[in-house]
């Protein structure tokens, strides 16, 4: 079964730090390029970061750079999102998504992140 389940969310106060996971499963993660979006309420769902497969380049949203580092082990079948410095205006639900040319885009059910005081 392909899947993705994140968890690693939570509440945390303006400058903390929390490190979203999301391990993959029914599918070659290591062949995948893995991404992390976020929804606000209201808003529309933005790309946060995203990894490539191979030598693992990173792209990063410019609201975030600096900030947040995108990882994965292909072990573990796991990419993560650790979240540094963080601002009332990071908070949304955070989702993992998998892509792969050729193949159908593979999304989690999202974590809950919430920053503030």
């Known amino acids: 079964q392909v899947q993705l389940v994140e968890s690693g969310g939570g509440l945390v106060q303006p400058g903390g730090s929390l490190r979203l996971s999301c391990v993959a499963s029914?599918?070659?993660?290591?062949?995948?390029?893995m991404s992390w979006y976020r929804q606000a309420p209201g808003l529309e769902r933005e790309q946060v970061a995203s990894?490539?497969?191979?030598?693992?380049?990173?792209r990063y949203a410019d609201s975030v750079k600096g900030r947040f580092t995108i990882s994965r082990d292909n072990a573990k079948n796991t990419v993560y999102l650790q979240m540094n410095s963080l601002k009332p205006e990071d908070t949304a639900v955070y989702y993992c998504?998998?892509?792969?040319?050729?193949?159908?885009?593979?999304w989690g059910q999202g974590t809950l992140v919430t920053v503030s005081s």
């Open positions: 990894i490539f497969p191979g030598a693992g380049v990173t």
């Open positions: 998504k998998a892509r792969r040319y050729g193949s159908p885009e593979v």
């Open positions: 029914g599918f070659t993660f290591s062949a995948y390029i």
